[in-house]
């Protein structure tokens, strides 16, 4: 299935001079929905995957289902002060400041074999922070996967170190 079909551009968003790539019309369809998940777990379904741990807020929509596909748990990963328990946090670099990234210090044991997710991969600025959070509570980043990559923006450089899997590139 040629899922970019599903994909809508909606020029000028959020800013002038922004292409936004719109999955509304994708997970309004039930076939590329279903297809859009299991292209996100495909390339990890011989690997052993303990958890999969999406970024939000888009990352959640496909994170359950994907961990689902993969007889996985769900790991939320959030920005500052929206997780209640006790949390590890890093912060990371933004082209003008810097924002944070939490998760429940109890929801990734060492050793555990992460699959780390989200909808886009832009400049990868969020995900290369997201891994290090997971590395630095003990656990491995068996993967990264991405329904989306805006190749021209080279994010994948952040993540060199990792498996990087996209289903759709622009």
Do not use: W
Not at 7 to 16: A, S, T
Not at 70 to 93: I, Q
């Amino acid at each position: 299935m040629d899922l970019k079909q599903y994909i809508r551009d909606i020029p000028d968003f959020p800013q002038p001079g922004i292409l936004f790539r719109d999955i509304t019309p994708l997970l309004a369809d039930r076939d590329a929905l279903d297809a859009a998940i299991a292209a996100l777990a495909e390339p990890f379904g011989d690997e052993r995957i303990d958890l999969v741990a999406a970024v939000e807020a888009r990352g959640f929509i496909f994170g359950p289902a994907v961990a689902r596909a993969l007889g996985a748990g769900f790991v939320p990963m959030r920005k500052k002060g929206k997780l209640p328990a006790e949390t590890a946090m890093v912060y990371y670099d933004l082209e003008y400041g810097q924002d944070s990234i939490e998760v429940h210090r109890d929801a990734v044991a060492a050793g555990a074999r992460v699959l780390m997710l989200d909808d886009l991969l832009a400049t990868g600025g969020t995900m290369a922070a997201a891994c290090e959070l997971i590395e630095q509570l003990g656990a491995d980043v068996a993967g990264v996967s991405f329904l989306i990559e805006l190749t021209a923006l080279n994010g994948r450089q952040k993540l060199k170190p990792y498996h990087i899997h996209s289903v759709i590139k622009y």
